[in-house]
Every structure is written in C-alpha cells, then in structure tokens.
C-alpha cells in the first residue's frame, strides 16, 4: 500500500491543490502566521480550553466534578493512545508527503525533504481531534469549540501543502474513534480514583474548589455552646 492517492486527477488531490493554492496569493505574513498557528498556536490553544474546562469542573457538585475530571484525564491518555496507534498504521499505508508526488505545491511547513516521514494518517489532526472529543466529554459547549480547533489545525496541515484532506480526515477518524471506544472502559477506571483523590484532604481541590466551603456547615454545628454565647 504505497499511498493512497499519489497521482491523477481525483478529488482528494484535487483540494490538496485548491486549498494550498490559497497560500500563492496570500500574503507572506499570512502564511507565516498559519505556519505558527498549525504548528504550536492551535495546539495552545487546545492546552488552555483543558485548564478552563477543568476550572470549571472544580465549581460543579462532587458527583458531577468526578466525572468531568475523569473525562478531561481521559482526554490526553486517549490522545497519546491515538498517536501510538498511528505508529504501525502510518508504516503499513506508508503513504508518502504530497509535495513527494506532486509538483507546483507551496510546502509552508514541515521538513520538504525524503525524510519527512509518511503522510497518513496526521499526527497533528488526530492528537487535536481527540482532546477535541475529550473535552466534549466533560463540557459539551468546550467540547465543541475544541473540536472546531481541531478542524482548524487540519485545515492548516492541508494548507501548509504537508498533508493530504484525506490524512485529516482520517487523523479525526482515528482520534475520534480511540475516544469514544474506550471511553466506557476508561471512565469506569478513572472515576473512582478521581473520587478517592477528590476526598484527600491535600489534594482534593484539584477535582473540587469548593471543599474546604462545603466543611463549614459541619464545623458549626459541632460548636452550639460558642454559637449561644455569641447570641
């Protein structure tokens, strides 16, 4: 399996061509700065939505905490899964870089040389798409702004002329599919140890903000003489 579509017209080639032709008319700052975004302001970005996600998981109720913590664990473990799966099938596929095959491709990113490794399916697109679903996990409203970075940093690696529509697609694929299958399985894994770390006492906030509130009540109550006097 040589590639998959390393020649001819076809459609995948096809908008290889329409969409990294958009960097011969764009300006040089232009394509520099979406040489920056795919390779380190988009995955960034996906890094701080994790930490906002989560600091908004620590202000929901324990139950709830639990489980949007275990879901934005999960999130990188499946991320990592993803990419070590990509591992053999990028070997077995062994598609090579579209500007390896085709002539007239402006190459913005990426090493343009016979090292640069094989094509399918993007690293970039599945580690994105899979924290992308991760955090839909935990918070369907973050959750769908990671994805729609996600689809931003594919639409990148096509444009930089370092991948085909077809390796995103199936980066997505991928990502998404190491999330939701396991998903099940790892939850029931991650969800009582993120209970056990939500009760220890030193630990604690990093699952739930507000622990230390909700002891208040408690200590109250076992002091009603000093309440009395203070009446």
């Keep these: 399996m040589a590639g998959l579509t390393t020649g001819g017209p076809n459609v995948d080639v096809g908008l290889l061509y329409e969409i990294n ?4 008319h764009a300006p040089g700052w232009f394509d520099r700065g979406v040489a920056v975004l795919g390779g380190y302001g ?3 970005a996906m890094l701080l939505l994790v930490l906002w996600c989560w600091c908004g998981a620590r202000r929901q109720d324990e139950a709830t ?3 949007s913590f275990a879901a934005l664990v999960w999130a990188p473990l499946a991320a990592a899964i993803a990419l070590l799966v990509n591992v053999p099938l990028r070997g077995f596929v062994a598609r090579p870089r579209p500007f390896l095959q085709h002539e007239g491709l402006e190459v913005l990113g990426g090493s343009a040389g016979p090292g640069a490794g ?3 399916v993007s690293d ?3 580690l994105a798409m899979a924290l992308g679903v991760g ?3 935990a918070n369907r409203r973050l959750g769908l702004i990671g994805i729609g970075l996600a689809l931003a940093e594919g639409l990148c690696r096509v444009y930089l002329g370092v991948h085909y529509p077809t390796d995103v697609i199936g980066g997505f694929a991928l990502g998404t599919a190491v999330v ?3 998903a099940p399985l790892a939850m029931a894994a991650l969800t009582p140890l993120v209970r056990a770390v939500a009760r ?3 630990v604690g906030w990093l699952v739930r903000a507000g622990d230390r509130v909700v002891a208040r009540p408690v200590e109250l109550a076992q002091r009603p003489a000093e309440n009395d006097l203070a009446a």
Excluded: K, N, Q
Aim: hydrophobic letters at 65%.
């Design 21 to 24: 032709g958009l960097a011969r």
């Design 42 to 44: 988009l995955p960034l």
């Design 65 to 67: 905490a639990a489980e």
């Design 118 to 120: 094989f094509s399918f």
């Design 124 to 126: 970039h697109a599945t």
């Design 135 to 137: 955090v839909f996990l």
């Design 180 to 182: 939701l299958v396991l």
């Design 200 to 202: 220890a006492p030193r």
